[in-house]
């Protein structure tokens, strides 16, 4: 091997001490070790910006205005002196570009700016303009005295992740720019490639070496573009490679249980079945039953929006485990879904004499020895639960099949620990969630497993009319309810409750409970909130449920869990205070039943654009992938619900919002390399090969460090 293939030489290069960099020394080494675990050549050069600046131009003071979020003007400093006293103590200067005036604020360091600071200096000055009382002006600006190499050269200034005693001791984004340039100018030689050949002439991709240079060290907007995109995808490439890799090594390690005998499903098929399915729940039934059929472990996930139909579909692939003499789990993340899942599933499992019992925290003894004994002999066919199912007591005679529904809530470690019961062979397992995820987040979260979506509503469903109401068209919408009272349906009026305020929300629910018991003499209400004694809540909600109440006032806990199909309207209060998301899941609770259904969403009347975006998205669909999307754009996919835990999705340059295209490609890159040459033998897959080794050796570092 010649040393410009060898992988140890650039491992070696880039292992180098970060304080035997030009202008770092031990005391900035020992500050970028402590606070930002930069320790080598390599750590500093992927310490990656989180965004880019634009320098490339200056702007004419008579030119800005209040849309810019940031502006770079060139000009000179007139005057300046410190005014005001106390917290209000502030340095302002005066400062102008022949076309107008700008005023500098500094409420920090105004000492070191005064001694700096030259009258009738020229200055670049970059900032946030304001506009206040008919004036500009930008409060700690970044200001660095005009020179004639900078008076032209417009730049992107790359904004690194830093920490506030960095700033302090001058190590800002600028300094750790000038540090970059250091060290990609002797690092230049030592990068290489990661991507195969092919691969970066296909989608035109620019080299690693280029794309590091143009990333830390942009020209101007396309060396930039440029830059991003090479690494987002190979980013992107390397996060499917390894979760297709994964997903391959199951199918092809793992053998699975077949499960092709068919007589329960046949006579349920046949003789029980409630409905007619919708073609969704068909064809996804027929991928699971493709997958049952392999000899291989089934890792399949399966997305369905509130409503669409998932209990019968999973209880169907339980059937076949139960046909094919195997037991079937299902493990979900509260009681109350625990309870939902069970309800639902019992009432087919009836219908066919199947036993199905269910365990949870709150499973007396009793019970609980009867159904570890069952279960260990067989005759216990479907279990529902909690994580209680996977205490070290449960154990079956053969566990065939696990469903876990809300998958994000447990971790893969709960997963591994479902299927380590049954010692012989791995059971199958399918994940549900009813929060449909947008197809980029479902890529990269679920990457390693098959996906199928219910993508249909039963028929004859009448959607769900959602409507946007300001609070001062109260009595318009109370006109509304008691109208759809005196018709029999009941009503739900939510309120917000989250943790920070929950005082002044209480409160607030409780003035909504009064002003609605005032409003509707004589009508039986109930509510139900979080600080309930659950005894007390259960009443309440059995009162609604059993329709002696028509009003639920509630907090959020009614998200999940209860299913009235009477209850046809839903009031929102504050809907701005709700996420997409959840303003969705809340709204699927009505449409439960034959009747036209309503969402209200109240409003106050002044509303941020982002809120506007989530009334009308809710006003305009009922698609739960739609409003997905939505959210995905709004919210970045760090918040989307159900994803915070997860820890899977940690991206550092790809956006999973906008790198849709990108990530469709790499992904259907590393599959065709997967599929045609799964070893990497080829040639020309050797820089994946020394990639993967070095990201394999990056993790061990980083697991040894934190
Ligand atoms: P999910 O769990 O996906 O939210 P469910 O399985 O609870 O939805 O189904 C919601 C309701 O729709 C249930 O009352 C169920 O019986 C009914 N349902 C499901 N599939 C059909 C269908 N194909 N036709 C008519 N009703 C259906
Ligand atoms: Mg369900």
Redesign the pocket.
Known sequence: MTSATNPSVRTRFFDTKIEFLKGVGPQKAALLNQELSIFTFGDLIQHYPFRHEDRSVFHKLSDLNEQMTAAQVKGRLREFSVIGEGSKKRLVGTFQDGTGFLDLVWFQSISWYEKWLRRGGEYIVYGTPVLYGGKWSITHPEIEVLTPENASAGYWQPIYPLTEKLRKKFLDSKALSKMMRNLLEIAHTHIRETLPAPLVEKYRLVSKAQALWHFHLPQDNRTLHQAQRRLKFEELFYNQFRLIKNKLLHKTEYPGLIFDKTLLVKEFYEQHL?????GA?IRVLHEIHEDLKTGKQMNRLLQ?D???????VAFITMLFALDNDAQACLMAPTEILTDQHYQ?LKKFADLLGVNIAKLTGSTKKKEREVIHRELLNGTLHIIVGTHALIEDAVQFKNLGLCIIDEQHRFGVAQRAKLWAKNKRINPHMLVMT?TPIPRTLAMTLYGDLDISAINEL??GRKPIKTVHRFDKNRLQVFGFLKEEIAKGRQVYMVYPLIEESEKMDLKDLMDGYESVARAFPGVPLSIVHGKMRSQDKDFEMGRFVRGETKIMVATTVIEVGVNVPNASVMVIENAERFGLSQLHQLRGRVG?GAEQSYCILMTDYKLSKDTKLRIETMCRTNDGFEIAEVDLQLRGPGDISGTQQSGLVDLLVANLAQDGEILKAARASAEEILTTDPDLLQPVHQPIRSHLENLRKEETNWSRIS
Do not use: D, H, M, W
């Open positions: 409630p409905f007619k399915l919708t729940q369905g509130v409503g669409s139909g998932k209990t019968i639902g009813a039963p028929a439960r």
